[in-house]
């Protein structure tokens, strides 16, 4: 799902190609992306674009008139930008954005149409589609250190909540907890002011690097490869490849369909942690260390 640099960078791009410009129409692919009724898509027609913002997770473009869409992308959802009147490519072909100069595809490649377009109509009901989630880029330690002790739950699902906070999901979690030595499964109330510090530190370190590394990439381009899943990342999607750091390899653990990635002697103190499911097929066997792993690994095969 794009995360917070990934969205900084679609709307960096997507500002001097739209901004001031006519929304002439919007050509639908699916009746399932419009999520709601009234306004009327059609309502938007002949508008100009005069400014974009990010809410969460969610892309809104604001026309003349305080008509708002909202964009969410979810996991398989992207943007392209494409020649004025470009056709809607197949199934993967939700919606097309038309401008004079050029063309907004929205695109989902998934079996699972998760992604979803709304109209809305003033400040107060655009509202409606903020979590609350605090934006880290723009608070104070103490408000950071407020909302993290907000509620007892892992650093991983705190950071991840959209309620607590904005537009951080899997793959960015990970990186920040990798910089910031702290464990995934570490519950918020057990951190202390140190912690707590460090973490706000790596979080606004991790997600500045990011957006600064992808916009540098794409310059004056659009950014054609959104992905979760980057060679320059630490941890994330590196299960068993060496951490940039001491080298020890990246572990992982598996929750339905999510993976948390995490070195254990940065962050765990050498413990491995125990993926839910293995550890019911394993038992008093799951290995406890990075030392013990090996062993398991070179007497009965890496545990998958």
């Not at 604001?62 to 020649?83: C, D, F, N, S, T």
């Not at 793959?171 to 910089?179: N, P």
């Amino acid at each position: 799902m794009p995360e917070y640099p990934d969205l900084e960078l679609y709307l960096s791009a997507l500002a001097p190609r739209v901004v001031g410009q006519v929304l002439q129409g919007v050509r639908l692919g699916s009746p399932f992306l419009l999520r709601s009724v009234e306004p009327p898509l059609a309502s938007t027609w002949g508008r100009k674009i005069v400014g974009l913002r990010r809410i969460g997770k969610r892309l809104v473009f604001e026309l003349e008139g305080e008509l708002y869409l909202v964009i969410h992308l979810m996991v398989a959802g992207r943007l392209q930008w494409k020649p004025a009147g470009t056709k809607l490519p197949g199934r993967a072909g939700l919606a097309a954005f038309d401008f004079a100069s050029g063309t907004l595809l929205l695109t989902e490649i998934s079996t699972k149409k998760r992604a979803s377009l709304f109209v809305t109509s003033g400040e107060a009901s655009l509202r409606t589609f903020d979590r609350g989630g605090l934006d880290v880029m723009h608070a104070h330690l103490d408000d950071f250190a407020q909302r993290v002790r907000l509620e007892n739950h892992t650093l991983k699902r705190s950071l991840t909540d959209p309620r607590l906070f904005s537009g951080i999901g899997n793959a960015y979690s990970d990186e920040i907890l990798h910089h910031a030595k702290l464990s995934p499964v570490k519950l918020t109330k057990t951190l202390t002011g140190e912690e707590i510090s460090r973490l706000y530190d790596a979080t606004r370190k991790v997600l500045t690097e990011w957006i600064e590394r992808l916009r540098a990439e794409v310059g004056d381009g659009w950014p054609e490869k959104v992905t979760a899943f980057r060679p320059e990342m630490a941890v994330h999607g590196k299960h068993q490849q060496p951490c940039p750091m001491c080298g020890s390899p990246v572990q992982r653990i598996v929750h339905a369909d999510n993976e948390t990635n995490y070195c254990p002697r940065c962050q765990t103190g050498g413990k491995l942690l125990a993926d839910r499911s293995l550890s019911r097929l394993l038992k008093d066997d799951w290995p406890k260390t990075p030392e013990e792993l090996e062993e398991y690994v070179a007497s009965r095969g890496t545990p998958q």
